[in-house]
């Protein structure tokens, strides 16, 4: 009769085991399948960032590409390259500025 007992007791821990493992099993693939649904968000989010950025330094080098600023330079000092006559005496560079806090 012990040993009867001995083996129901076992049968009994052997499947409260067996129920631990499962929700142990079933939390890991739930928090996995999170894991993987965050990566998924993030690895978008830097795809967007980095197609931002080159959109940003694509802008950067149409802004500073030298056609611009001789566009510039002739529309808004009247200077033109290539003339001696450009070159400003350091007295008169201050009359071509715009006024501190004036919009472009």
Not at 34 to 59: D, M
Not at 76 to 88: D, K, N, T, Y
């Amino acid at each position: 009769m012990a040993k009867t007992r001995l083996i129901r007791l076992l049968q009994a821990a052997a499947v409260i085991v067996v129920a631990l493992l499962a929700v142990g099993l079933y939390r890991a693939k739930s928090d996995a399948a999170r894991a993987e649904t965050r990566v998924r968000a993030l690895n978008l989010e830097i795809a967007e960032r980095e197609a931002r950025l080159r959109e940003l330094r694509s802008e950067i080098a149409t802004l500073e590409s030298p056609g611009r600023i001789e566009q510039l330079a002739e529309e808004r000092l009247g200077l033109v390259v290539g003339q001696e006559s450009a070159a400003l005496p350091q007295s008169a560079i201050d009359d071509h500025l715009p006024e501190a806090g004036a919009a472009p």
